[in-house]
């Protein structure tokens, strides 16, 4: 019987996770800001994912305060002016061809950087959500080719305009994330449903 799919080798396998923008402290006082693309949410804390030779491995290994910034879709084009930076000199061999140091990657990408409250590096402005966090862990995964950093939310700041009115939950339907799919940029597309787990479904929220 013939298969119903194809073996294929993918370069890469993103397959569909949100852009966050990490911001860090450097060994100066000063701060970093670099895009990355796979984190993911246990409870309070998040896993991410980070290339080895980066600045901001570097930075969570030394100082461990951070803060997670998570762009809305339309922000895709100031994350993507981030994408060839790096904050580190000289630029490590690893990174790609095209890869140039920048010491203000908030002013490359045209962001504006907002102080925290209980952590050092600073919030970005224009990120609806923003979470200070602690990493607790900094290791390198199984290839060695990456660090894995289990980071500990302490508190979130969000736009008003994504949180349901008289609550602390995040309405999923003003709310979407940036998502990077095989490299590419996109948002959500239409509500499908919603688990049986849900506190904002829009049946509750009419019987409230």
Not at 21 to 30: A, F, I, Q, R, Y
Request: net charge negative; aromatic share 6%.
């Amino acid at each position: 019987m013939e298969s119903a799919t194809l073996a294929i080798e993918p370069s890469i396998l993103y397959f569909g996770t949100p852009v966050v923008l990490l911001s860090t402290e450097n060994p100066d006082g000063s701060y970093n800001l670099a895009p990355m693309s796979s984190a993911w949410a246990l409870g309070q804390i998040v896993v991410l994912g980070l290339g080895a030779e980066g600045q901001t491995a570097r930075n969570l290994a030394e100082r461990p305060e951070l803060v997670i910034n998570l762009p809305a879709p339309d922000q895709w084009a100031a994350v993507e002016r981030l994408a060839p930076l790096t904050g580190r000199d000289p630029v490590p061999a690893s990174k790609p061809d095209g890869c140039r140091f920048e010491p203000d990657k908030f002013g490359a990408a045209g962001l504006r950087a907002e102080p925290s409250d209980t952590v050092r590096p600073p919030r970005v402005r224009e990120c609806p959500l923003q979470l200070e966090a602690r990493a607790q862990s900094v290791r390198r995964d199984v290839s060695g080719s990456f660090v894995i950093a289990e980071a500990v939310v302490g508190k979130v700041h969000a736009d008003p305009r994504i949180v349901v009115p008289g609550t602390q939950h995040v309405d999923p339907a003003a709310w979407s994330p940036l998502i990077y799919n095989f490299r590419h940029y996109f948002g959500l597309g239409r509500e499908l449903g919603h688990s049986y787990r849900s506190q904002t479904s829009r049946a509750d929220q009419a019987s409230a």
